[in-house]
C-alpha cells in the first residue's frame, strides 16, 4: 500500500513536471514574450528592459533553473496585466468561483445519471431506454458552450429573465452555467450505468435476490447498484477534473469569474505568469483527482490490490 | 443486417451531403461569405418579418449571409476533423508499433510522454499551445493532433506487445521473415480494426474541440467562417439575432451526431469484442 502511493506520488510529480517544463519551453522557443510586453513604438532599449525585468536576459539554462526552484514554492511572477503575483490570482479565481461551478455540475452529472441509466436498464428497449438513449446521444454531440447559449437565449431571453444570463453571486447565477458544463458527461454516465445495470442484472446474485423476495428497488440499488458502481468510480473522479477542463469555455461564455476564463483571458495579452501558474493548478488538481480515484476504487472494491 | 446499419447508411448519406456542400460552396452559396453589407447587417431569416430570400438564413452583425459562411465552415470543420485524425492516428499508430516491437527506453520515453499529456485535458493544452503558437489552420490541426496521437499509439502497443508474442509472428520469424515485414504483414492487419472504431470517435471529438477553440477566438484567424467563430461573433447579438446563435450550432450538432452513429455501428461491426455499451 505504501508502495503504491510512493510510486503513485512519484508518478504524480513526474506528469507535474512535464506539463510545466513543456509549457515554459513553449513560451520561450516561439518567440521573444518581451515583445508582446511593450506597446510597438518601444524602444530597443524598453525591451531591453522588459527582457531584464523577466529574466530573459539570462540563457536558457539559468532560467530554467530558476524556474524550476521558483516554480514547487508557487511563485511563478508577476501577472504582466494586473501586476499581482500569478499564484495567488489564479487561486483567488480558483476558489470558490470555479469549484463551485465544478463541484455542483459533478454532482448533477452523477446524480441524476445513476437514475436514468436505471430506468434505462430496466426497461431495456423500451419506451424510457429509448429516449434516455436519444437523449444522451444528442448530449454528447453538442458542444457544451452552444448548449450554454442555447440555455441564455431560453431562460434569459425567450422567458424575461428567468433566470440571469451572466455573472455570478447568487444560486440562480449558477443553474445554467452548471446545467451547461454537466450535460455531456451526465449523458456519458447515464450510458455507463446503463451498461454496468445490464450487466450485472444478469447475474446470479440478482436473481438469487429477487427469488427470495427482496423488494425490486433494494434488488436494484442496493443488491445490482452496488456492484455496477465500481467503473463508475473512475469515471466520476476524472468528470470532477474534466468539470475544471470543461470550465474554460463555460465559464467563458457566462462571464463567470473563475480560472478557466482567467487564463482565457491572460491569453490574448500573452499574460504568460498567469498561464504558466494556471496550467501547474490545473496539472496538480489533475493528478491529485487520479490518485483518489486509484484510493477510492480499492476501498470500494477489496478485490482490488493496490501495488 | 445489424442492428443500427440503417441509421449508419442514413448518418453516412448525411455526412455526404455535408462534405459536398463543403466542397461545392462557391457555387451552391447564394453570396460572398466575407463581404460585408452594413445596410443588411442582422436581417433576420427569410421566414421571419423582416427577412429576405436573398438571404435564406439571415445576414450576421456585419451584413454577411449566414447561410454563405455556414457552408464554407463547413469546410473548417471537416478538414481539421479529418486531418488531424490521419495525422494522429499514422503517428500513434506507426510510434506505438515500435514501442510495442521494439520495447526498451523508446517505448518507455513514449508511454511516459503519453501519461503527461493524458493527465492534461485537450482544451487546456489547446489554449496553452496556441497562446504561444498563435491562431491558424495548420496550428489548429498541429495542436490538436498532438494531444490526439496518445490513444492510438497505447491501443497499438498494447496489441503489437501480444501479437509479438503469438505463434503465428512467431513462425514468420522462425522463416526468416524481417522486422519490417512481421510489422506490415502480420500486426497492422491486426491492429486496424480497433483503430477504425477509435479514430471514427475521435472524429466527431476533434470538430468538437475546433469549434472550442475558435470559440475561444483561437481558430483560424477571421474572417475566414467556422462554425465555432460564427458562435462567438454572434453570441453578444443573442438577444436581436436568435438565428447567429442557433444556426452554427446546429451545424455541428448535425455532423457531430451522425459521426457518432457511425463509429457506434462500426464498433458493433468490427471490434465484437467490445461490449455493446448502448
Redesign the interface.
Known sequence: MLRFLLRRLFHGVFVVWGVVTAVFFLVRLTGDPAVFLVDQSATRAEIEHARHLLGLDRSLPEQYGAFLLAAPRGDFGESIRSKQPAMRLVLQHLWPATVELAVVAALLSTVLAVPLGVLSATHKDGMADHVSRLGSLLLQSMPGFWLGLLLILLFAVELRGLLPAYGSGTWRHLILPAVALAAAPLAQNARLVRAGMLDVLQQDFVRTARAKGVPERTVLYRHAFKNAAIPFITVTGLSLGFMLSGAIIIETVFAWPGLGRLIVQAVPGRDFPVIQAGVFVFALIFVALNLLVDLLYAVVDPRVRLS | MRRGAGAAVASLVILGLVGAAAIFAPLLSPADPIKNDLLERLTPPMWSAGGSAAHPLGTDTLGRDVLSRLLYGARVSLVVGFVTVIAAGAAGVALGVLGGFYGGWLDDVLM??G??QL??????LG???????GPGLGNLVLVLALSGWITYARIVRGETLSLRQREFVEAARALGALDGRLIWRHVLPNVWAPIAVVATFSV?RTI?AE??LS????GVPAPTPSW?AM?DEG?NY??TG?WL??FP?TA??VV??VI??IGDWLRDVLDPRV?R??
Open positions: 511516459r510522454t501519461d503527461v493527465a492534461f485535458p485537450v482544451l487546456l489554449v496553452a499551445m496556441l497562446s504561444v503558437l466527431a468538437i469549434a472550442s470559440f475561444l477566438g483561437l465555432g458562435l453570441r443573442i438577444t436568435w446563435a442557433l450550432g455541428i450538432l457531430v451526431l457518432n452513429l461490449e455499451g448502448m
